[in-house]
């Protein structure tokens, strides 16, 4: 199932496209408010993606309260700089 406005989650919402056939390979929603694992899972997830990949994350609600430095440093990676300002 696809990430969408109707089925989205609280916190990060995360799809990555395949940067030569351009197929989604992640498709995945992290809590980074309410569950304390949610930021090493996506770290751990983005680790294993393939250079290249197109990474798009939207958020809702709220993802700021547990989105560790490590996940943070995973945005700075992708070019944000806007990730520390990111709060409620």
């Known amino acids: 199932m696809i990430v969408t406005r109707k089925n989205g989650g609280r916190g990060l919402n995360v799809v990555a496209l395949d940067p030569f056939k351009h197929e989604i390979i992640m498709n995945n929603k992290y809590d980074t408010y ?3 694992k949610a930021s090493k899972k996506f770290v ?3 680790k294993k993606l393939p250079t290249g990949a197109v990474v798009v994350v939207g958020v809702r ?3 700021s309260k547990q989105l560790s430095g490590q996940a943070r440093e995973v945005f700075k990676a992708l070019g944000s ?3 520390d300002n990111l709060g409620f």
């Open 34 to 36: 309410g569950d304390a």
């Open 44 to 46: 751990g997830d983005f």
């Open 61 to 63: 609600d709220e993802a």
């Open 81 to 83: 700089q806007e990730i």
